[in-house]
């Protein structure tokens, strides 16, 4: 296993990356569902090019396979199925397993929310209150008892992001979500969410519009946004940079403050040729709750982009994702923090 170590700004905080076995899938997905279930890590779903990259003309394919990790060294465990193929939903880990919300294919987004549980050695899946809209491409975290989901569009052809805001109460049995008011800044998606401090926080993503030949058009944001339940929403500090599908949800590095990992800042949008795109931008965000300040860190060994993370044995795990535009990676990293 590759182990680094590197210091992510001049207050001491480190970041000791490592890496997992890879996916048994040796092209690796984007937009899956990760999280952890019986001690296990899961992950199912995602999508990716398995025959030719886009700009060869490839077609993008929807999986549903769900490959599980009982050990943190391997192997991973493979022949199981999601319910459907299912992509760039959003995976969250409660005590009860790993809850997949959303999500879509080629055709449609989806309103469908189920529970994946790993249990003695088998995948059980059970249906949960869905959506009241189709939604992809969204975030969302847990705080105190509830699932919280921001952002995303409603399909495929989309050419607005949503501003929507969703909380679904796991406390209450038969609770259906609801839609709370949404941050006071743009639509988007792609954002990245994590819960810290008694809040949740939002991040970054991309607003959308419709260009001259009625296709979406991006608008990259670094604004950032903190909602507190009984208190609503607050503005926070900017982002140094815009960052969109970055990991998600963010790593929780201490009780009062986070790391966004590498996403897509803009700064390379329309590169060509795209076969040739050098990659994402390996840099780390870190956000300090109490100074409601971001600083920039030292790069991470490597940057993903549309996927999840999942907190498992004191480490934050990025699995598989975006390596570059059409690229996906099968590799598995894991990073956690030191405080010197």
Known sequence: MTIMSCSTNKQGLDLEWKQLPPLPDPVGVAG?????????????????????????????????????????????????????????????????????????????????????????????????????????NGCGAVLDQSLYVAGGTDSPEATRALKVFLRLDLSSPGARWEELPAWPGPARM????????????????TDLGPGSDGKPVRTYLKDSYRFTP??????????????????????????????????????????????????????????DVRNNSWQVGAEAPVSRATLPTAAWHGWHIIPSG???????????????????
Not at 190 to 205: E, I, M, Q, W, Y
Not at 253 to 268: A, K, P, T
Not at 326 to 340: D, F, K, L, T
């Open 32 to 136: 899956a569902f990760a999280g952890i279930s019986g001690n296990a890590l899961i992950v199912a779903g995602g999508a990716n090019f398995p025959d030719k990259m886009p700009w060869e003309g490839g077609t993008k394919a929807w999986h549903d396979e769900v490959f599980v990790l009982e050990k943190i060294e391997g192997p991973w465990k493979r022949g199981f199925r999601l319910p459907f193929p299912n992509g760039y939903g959003v995976s969250l880990t409660v005590p009860e397993g790993v809850v997949c919300i959303g999500g879509g294919d080629a055709k449609q987004h989806f309103t469908n929310v189920f529970l994946l549980r790993w249990e003695q050695g088998q995948l059980t899946t059970r249906d949960l209150a869905p959506l009241p809209l189709p939604l992809a």
């Open 230 to 287: 009984g208190q609503g929403w607050t503005r926070s500090a900017d982002m140094p940079n815009p960052v969109v599908a970055a990991p998600s949800p963010a790593p929780n590095l201490r009780s009062s403050s986070f790391v966004v990992i590498g996403g897509d800042d803009g700064s390379l949008a329309g590169f060509e040729p795209r076969s040739k795109h050098p990659g994402f931008p390996r840099r780390v965000l870190h956000y």
């Open 322 to 340: 975006e390596a570059r535009p059409g690229i996906r990676s099968p590799e598995v990293w894991a990073c956690r923090s030191h405080q010197r």
């Open 190 to 205: 792609l954002a990245v969410a994590t819960s810290t401090a008694g809040s949740l926080f939002l991040a970054g993503g």
